[in-house]
């Protein structure tokens, strides 16, 4: 599966890997509220992602939203790709969900 | 049902724009083969496929979509530069074509989708463009960007000058299920210029009521661009219907303060994060030069508000542009030319009864009818009228796989390609033009070592050249081959028992033996060709189209074939003459002038058939002699000069009648053979006049009277054809039966004959 909750880890990390497009759309959904659910902090991993469309960039910042609601800990897992950020960037998409958060931080640079 | 039928309609009309992009993909393609820097063509590549993909996903083509999807992600690389353009990369996307083509016919014809060769095909990209994905996730992209923009900034430069444009657009809630994606549009939009685009997120709902499929995301994007705003709606094409547009031109010297702007509203219009709707399309409003977060709320909702009026109008005016060409199917059109041209053959009837009338008014009428008649011919003919453009382009793939499958270095050079020709003819060319070209390229172009060998230059060259002649149309087929052994030709004519050893045969004809069932003269039967059975292909098509082949050739140098077609094939203007009791038509495209001839005329040249006219000695044919008319000639003659490739010629007749719109009707299969006459027509009296061919009258006068005097010269050889034999014998020429049945034989028979 191209997205996947991996409860093993500590904390719980939804990976995203491949092209993520709206035919993931639902599957993501589901992820995501499942990590929103399952702890206080999960982290979401992009290193392995090599495409994102809207409905998946909708999603993450929406999982963002809800995490600061609810309190629950959301950060970035490792670096986000260059070909990612090149692509969300041109589209004005910039402030990229997260990229503020201080695991992403230190990891980006 | 309705539904279903509109929807089948679409389709349909997806399937026809498919199959032109395809060709234009395909010529693209071929062309970024050889220059394989070109950002543009790269470009161009990359549009199409996205088009198809957009339009497929639309039309329910969802494997299409989907298989499109990955090849438009691989052209993506290229352009971005982290993929470099290699044959095979091109070869790649050639035989992915193919696929989609199959795709997009399958169900309609015997069309076969591999989906075998799909995957593997996807497979191979995703090892070309896997391997450029691992080679520098760092700071590559950057790079890559950095190399290509100068491209697309230059040619904004050379070109008009750029001015920025303000886009709004927010994707409706369909926009996605259709299969576009927002993000490739507004790349695309970044093609055409420098674009800043903001984002704005605050529709996007709380991830649970969230539905996945749908975009709540918008935009507002300051494009600065030399590109029109057609071009800028175009990269909306497929989505315009789908969601809100709003494309509006702003004073050029703004454009750079309103990317700052555009970009700190960005920055505040993300930190405020759940704004209004309202605020988010009138955020990066420059005009009073303040941040958005800054504006009183009635300001926004008036100025959001009146954004609103604005795109309204605009699309109430851009309806009719869209209009302006529509998409008939073939076959209506083909059922509008019939009925003209029943219609012209009806008023040809009433013209003849009003001529016959005493009622002004009737005559009035007629002639209002006659004219009107005509001007619908015309314009019908010119619906059907199509550029050969399209039907030469698809050779560059076939001379591309050719020359790679043979090992050949072949270059195709197209000339004329806006020469337009009746779309039924079209249609029939392709196969005698493959034919024609892969017996070029397989017999006549030698191998890069022989060419080197030779001195030749080691490409070789296949030319494709279109160009109007009168009434028909000239298309030729060269190569700078090896040309055609005419003593081979000869001896294995001689050998298949198509002629004698001793037999006396210029160039031409020992050349139209290639065109004999089963003729050839390759030693061994190759993949491309060699079974003998193109060329007589070839024949057999050109002349059902009523036209003509030659060939000529010259040892060392090369080979051109030269195809003669009609224009059209369904209506002709023509001169209406009279031979005896038999009506003729002849092509008015191809009639010069008409002059009389008198007995004294006759007996000034001492009867040979010469005409002066005016200081030039003109050959001429006596129709009645040649369509052996047995009735008495009358005291003055007319000669109809016509232009022919051995030179003006004359053709004799007793009257000419005036003028007349013919519909054609063929023959039918038992005067196939009859080459003269290309068809024949229904009067308005009801008579048949049959169509005359002037080129292959001459054609066939001059050969005739080249073999009798090579046959005086000689002695007759014994296996001369039985119609000249027969000629040789009674002077009684091959086709005088036909006359019979066009001066006895009433309309009905004819129709009859030609269904």
């Given at each position: 599966?191209?997205?996947?909750?991996?409860?093993?880890?500590?904390p719980?990390?939804?990976?995203?890997?491949?092209?993520?497009?709206?035919a993931?759309?639902?599957?993501?959904?589901?992820?995501?509220?499942?990590?929103?659910?399952?702890?206080?902090?999960?982290?979401?991993?992009?290193?392995?992602?090599?495409?994102?469309?809207?409905t998946?960039?909708?999603?993450?910042?929406?999982?963002?939203?809800e995490?600061?609601?609810?309190?629950?800990?959301?950060?970035l897992?490792?670096?986000?790709?260059?070909?990612?950020r090149?692509t969300?960037?041109?589209?004005?998409?910039?402030?990229?969900?997260?990229a503020?958060?201080p695991?992403a931080?230190?990891?980006?640079? | 049902?309705?539904a279903?039928?509109?929807?089948?309609?679409?389709?349909?009309?997806?399937?026809?724009?498919a199959?032109?992009?395809?060709?234009?993909?395909e010529?693209?393609?071929?062309?970024l083969?050889?220059?394989?820097?070109d950002?543009?063509?790269?470009g161009?590549?990359?549009?199409?496929?996205?088009?198809?993909?957009?339009s497929?996903?639309?039309f329910?083509?969802?494997?299409?979509?989907?298989?499109?999807?990955?090849?438009?992600?691989?052209?993506?690389?290229?352009?971005?530069?982290?993929?470099a353009?290699?044959?095979?990369?091109?070869?790649l996307?050639?035989?992915?074509?193919?696929?989609?083509?199959?795709?997009?016919?399958?169900?309609?014809?015997?069309?076969?989708?591999d989906r075998?060769?799909?995957?593997?095909?996807?497979?191979?990209?995703?090892?070309l463009?896997?391997s450029a994905?691992?080679?520098g996730?760092?700071?590559?992209?950057?790079k890559?960007?950095?190399?290509?923009q100068?491209?697309?900034?230059?040619?904004?430069e050379s070109?008009?000058?750029?001015?920025?444009?303000?886009?709004?657009?927010?994707?409706?809630?369909e926009?996605?299920?259709?299969?576009?994606?927002p993000?490739?549009?507004?790349?695309?939009l970044?093609?055409?210029?420098?674009?800043?685009a903001?984002?704005?997120?605050?529709?996007?709902?709380?991830?649970g009521e969230?539905?996945?499929?749908?975009?709540?995301?918008?935009?507002?994007?300051v494009?600065?661009?030399?590109?029109?705003?057609?071009?800028?709606?175009?990269?909306?094409?497929?989505?315009?219907?789908?969601?809100?547009?709003?494309?509006?031109?702003?004073a050029?010297?703004?454009?750079?303060?309103?990317?700052?702007?555009t970009?700190?509203?960005?920055?505040r219009e993300?930190?405020?994060?759940?704004?209004s709707?309202?605020?988010?399309v009138?955020s990066?409003?420059?005009?009073?030069?303040?941040?958005?977060?800054?504006?009183c709320?009635?300001?926004?909702?008036?100025?959001?508000?009146?954004?609103?009026?604005r795109?309204?109008g605009r699309?109430?005016?851009?309806?009719?542009?869209?209009?302006?060409?529509l998409?008939?199917?073939?076959?209506?059109l083909?059922?509008?030319?019939?009925?003209?041209?029943?219609?012209?053959?009806?008023?040809a009837?009433?013209?003849?009864?009003?001529?016959?009338?005493?009622?002004?008014?009737v005559?009035?009428?007629?002639?209002?009818?006659?004219?009107?008649?005509?001007?619908?011919?015309?314009?019908?003919?010119?619906?059907?009228?199509?550029?050969?453009?399209?039907?030469?382009?698809?050779?560059?793939?076939?001379?591309h796989?050719?020359?790679?499958?043979?090992?050949k270095?072949v270059?195709?050079?197209?000339?004329g390609?806006?020469?337009?020709?009746?779309?039924?003819?079209?249609?029939?060319l392709?196969?005698?033009?493959?034919h024609?070209?892969r017996?070029?390229?397989?017999?006549?172009?030698?191998s890069?070592?022989?060419?080197?060998?030779?001195?030749?230059?080691?490409?070789?060259?296949?030319?494709?050249?279109?160009?109007?002649s009168?009434?028909s149309v000239?298309?030729?087929?060269?190569?700078?081959?090896a040309?055609?052994?005419?003593?081979?030709?000869?001896?294995?004519?001689?050998e298949?028992?198509?002629?004698?050893?001793?037999?006396q045969?210029?160039?031409?004809?020992?050349?139209?033996?290639?065109?004999?069932?089963?003729?050839?003269?390759?030693?061994?039967?190759?993949?491309v060709?060699g079974?003998?059975?193109?060329?007589?292909?070839?024949?057999?098509?050109?002349?059902?189209?009523?036209?003509?082949?030659?060939?000529?050739?010259?040892r060392?140098?090369?080979t051109?074939?030269?195809l003669?077609?009609?224009l059209?094939l369904?209506?002709?203007?023509?001169?209406?003459?009279?031979?005896?009791e038999?009506?003729?038509?002849?092509?008015?495209?191809?009639?010069?002038?008409c002059?009389?001839?008198?007995?004294?005329?006759?007996?000034?040249?001492?009867?040979?058939?010469?005409?002066?006219?005016?200081?030039?000695?003109?050959?001429?044919?006596?129709?009645?002699?040649?369509f052996?008319?047995?009735?008495?000639?009358?005291?003055?003659?007319?000669?109809?000069?016509?232009?022919?490739?051995?030179?003006?010629?004359?053709?004799?007749?007793?009257?000419?009648?005036?003028?007349?719109q013919?519909?054609?009707?063929?023959?039918?299969?038992l005067?196939?053979?009859?080459?003269?006459?290309?068809?024949?027509?229904?009067?308005g009296?009801?008579?048949?006049?049959?169509?005359?061919?002037p080129?292959r009258?001459?054609?066939?006068?001059?050969?005739?009277r080249?073999?009798?005097?090579?046959?005086?010269a000689?002695?007759?050889?014994?296996?001369?054809?039985?119609?000249l034999?027969?000629?040789?014998?009674?002077?009684?020429p091959?086709?005088?039966?036909?006359v019979?049945?066009?001066?006895?034989v009433?309309a009905g028979?004819?129709a009859?004959?030609?269904?």
């Open positions: 599966m191209p997205v996947t909750f991996d409860r093993s880890a500590e719980g990390v939804v990976r995203l890997e491949g092209e993520i497009d709206i993931l759309a639902a599957a993501l959904k589901e992820v995501l509220l499942e990590g929103l659910a399952s702890a206080g902090e999960v982290r979401i991993s992009l290193e392995s992602a090599t495409g994102l469309d809207v998946a960039v909708q999603l993450l910042w929406a999982a963002e939203r995490a600061k609601a609810s309190g629950v800990v959301l950060a897992q490792g670096p986000v790709p260059e070909k990612l090149a969300l960037e041109e589209a004005g998409l910039e402030r990229f969900p997260f503020d958060s695991a931080a230190s990891e980006a640079q | 049902m309705a279903d039928q509109d929807i089948d309609q679409f389709r349909h009309g997806f399937q026809e724009e199959r032109e992009l395809l060709v234009e993909l010529a693209v393609l071929l062309e083969n050889e220059r394989r820097e950002g543009e063509l790269v161009r590549v990359f549009r199409a496929l996205h088009t198809i993909k957009g497929g996903a639309m329910g083509f969802d494997e299409l979509a989907a298989f499109a999807h990955k090849l438009e992600n691989a052209f993506d690389e290229v352009r971005k530069g982290h993929l353009v290699t044959p095979d990369l091109v070869d996307t050639l035989s992915a074509l193919d696929q989609i083509r199959a795709m997009v016919e399958e169900g309609e014809n015997d069309a076969a989708v075998g060769a799909c995957a593997q095909i996807l497979a191979k990209v995703r090892a463009t896997g994905d691992t080679a996730p760092g700071n590559e992209p950057d890559a960007r950095k190399a290509t100068p491209v697309t900034e230059k040619e904004a070109a008009k000058p750029e001015r920025a444009w303000r886009i709004h657009f927010a994707p409706g809630p926009l996605m299920r259709n299969g576009a994606d993000l490739l549009l507004i790349r695309e970044s093609g055409l210029g420098r674009l800043t903001h984002a704005s997120m605050a529709e996007i709902p709380a991830i969230l539905e996945p499929e749908r975009c709540y995301v918008c935009w507002e994007m494009l600065v661009t030399s590109a029109g705003e057609d071009a800028i709606r175009d990269v909306f094409i497929f989505v315009e219907d789908v969601c809100e547009l709003a494309i509006e031109p702003e050029a010297e703004d454009g750079a303060i309103r990317d700052g702007a970009r700190d509203g960005a920055i993300g930190a405020i994060g759940t704004g709707p309202a605020a988010t009138a990066p409003e420059p005009e009073t030069g303040a941040p958005p977060a800054v504006e709320a009635g300001d926004v909702i008036a100025k959001a508000l009146e954004e609103k009026r795109m309204a699309r109430a005016t851009d309806q009719p542009e869209t209009s302006a060409s998409r008939v199917p073939a076959a209506r083909d059922q509008l030319v019939d009925l003209v041209g029943e219609m012209v053959t009806v008023q009837r009433l013209s003849e009864i009003a001529a016959g009338s005493d009622d002004s008014e005559l009035a009428v007629s002639e209002e009818i006659e004219r009107l008649t005509s001007a619908l011919r015309e314009n019908s003919m010119t619906l059907r009228m199509v550029p050969i453009r399209a039907t030469f382009e698809r050779f560059r793939r076939l001379v796989d050719l020359a790679r499958d043979l090992g270095d270059e195709l050079t197209i000339e390609a806006d020469t337009e020709l009746d779309k039924t003819v079209i249609d029939q392709g196969d005698p033009l493959m024609l070209i017996n070029s390229m397989d017999h006549g172009i030698e890069p070592e022989r060419r080197a060998a030779e001195g030749k230059r080691p490409t070789a060259k296949i030319h494709l050249a279109a160009q109007h009168g009434a000239l298309i030729g087929v060269s190569d700078d081959g040309g055609i052994d005419g003593d081979a030709v000869r001896n294995r004519a001689v298949r028992g198509l002629t004698t050893a001793d037999a045969l210029s160039e031409a004809e020992i050349f139209s033996f290639i065109f004999q069932p089963g003729f050839s003269t390759a030693k061994q039967v190759t993949d060709s079974r003998g059975v193109g060329m007589d292909v070839v024949r057999q098509r050109v002349e059902s189209l009523r036209g003509s082949i030659e060939v000529a050739s010259q060392g140098q090369g051109t074939v030269t003669r077609l009609p059209t369904a209506i002709i203007d023509g001169l209406l003459v009279t031979v005896g038999a009506f003729f038509v002849l092509p008015l495209a191809s009639t010069l002038e002059i009389e001839l008198t007995r004294e005329d006759i007996e000034r040249v001492n009867g040979k058939h010469m005409a002066d006219v005016r200081g030039e000695l003109i050959p001429y044919i006596r129709l009645r002699q040649y052996a008319v047995n009735t008495p000639r009358p005291e003055r003659e007319q000669i109809m000069v016509v232009e022919s490739e051995e030179g003006r010629c004359g053709l004799v007749v007793d009257q000419v009648l005036g003028d007349c013919t519909v054609i009707r063929n023959l039918g299969r005067y196939r053979h009859v080459q003269v006459v290309s068809g024949a027509t229904i009067l009296n009801g008579k048949v006049a049959l169509i005359l061919d080129q009258l001459v054609q066939e006068a001059v050969r005739s080249m073999q009798r005097e090579r046959v005086r000689q002695g007759p050889p014994p296996n001369l054809t039985p119609n034999a027969r000629e040789q014998q009674s002077g009684v091959p086709d005088g039966a036909l019979e049945i066009a001066s006895n009433g028979a004819l009859s004959a030609s269904h």
